[in-house]
T-cell receptor
Framework: DQQVKQNSPSLSVQEGRISILNCDYTNSMFDYFLWYKKYPAEGPTFLISISSIKDKNEDGRFTVFLNKSAKHLSLHIVPSQPGDSAVYFC??????????FGAGTRLTVKP | ETGVTQSPTHLIKTRGQQVTLRCSSQSGHNTVSWYQQALGQGPQFIFQ???????GRGNFPPRFSGLQFPNYSSELNVNALELDDSALYLC????????????FGSGTRLTVV
């Protein structure tokens, strides 16, 4: 069962513009959400997280928004840079150790 | 500080064989989690080890087993390999169980033929 969904397999944006990556989840027990970035031949790298008690968390160019009523979160990257080109995974967990990942979105930032 | 290292990087096995994958966790991390990533999918949770004990398991059959050692390194063992076991196996470590800013290794690419 796909409890975490990233419905856009790919996204292409121009350098300097905003990248918005979306993620939906079905399990209302999830209380912690994360974004990971993955370059080819490397493991995923933790990027940013948000607890369910918040609706926004910001870290430099990266901001994660959480809409609990819609079971939706998004990652905004502003401004986008060519080095941001990677696969981005959304992940979610509840009060156990089973962190669920989405299938990923491949972001391409064009110079 | 060193990151998470996994060995081997690539492996080819025959259906029905057994395989052991290894992971050295990041210094100071006592929790290790294993994930399977099939092509075009996100990582799927296999199990987690904390202080040498299994601390959670995903929807994988018992032929997937693991160990964690006193130095917090870990092994993933898979018996009776099936073709569908072909995937990238990722190990991740963290300083405690509910800290989800995992540090991932680069993975072991297992191909079952």
């Amino acid at each position: 069962d796909q409890q975490v969904k990233q419905n856009s397999p790919s996204l292409s944006v121009q350098e300097g513009r905003i990248s918005i990556l979306n993620c939906d989840y079905t399990n209302s027990m999830f209380d912690y959400f994360l974004w990971y970035k993955k370059y080819p031949a490397e493991g995923p790298t933790f990027l940013i997280s948000i607890s369910s008690i918040k609706d926004k968390n910001e870290d430099g160019r990266f901001t994660v928004f959480l809409n609990k009523s819609a079971k939706h979160l998004s990652l905004h990257i502003v401004p986008s840079q060519p080095g941001d080109s990677a696969v981005y995974f959304c992940a979610a967990s509840s009060n156990n150790n089973d962190m669920r990942f989405g299938a990923g979105t491949r972001l391409t930032v064009k110079p | 500080e060193t990151g998470v290292t996994q060995s081997p990087t690539h492996l080819i096995k025959t259906r029905g064989q057994q395989v052991t994958l290894r992971c050295s966790s990041q210094s100071g991390h006592n929790t290790v989690s294993w994930y399977q990533q099939a092509l075009g999918q996100g990582p799927q949770f296999i199990f987690q080890y904390y202080r040498e004990e299994e601390n959670g398991r995903g929807n994988f059959p018992p032929r997937f087993s693991g160990l964690q050692f006193p130095n917090y390194s870990s092994e993933l063992n898979v018996n009776a390999l099936e073709l569908d076991d072909s995937a990238l196996y990722l190990c991740a470590s963290s300083p405690w169980t509910r800290h989800y800013g995992y540090t991932f290794g680069s993975g072991t690419r297992l191909t079952v033929v």
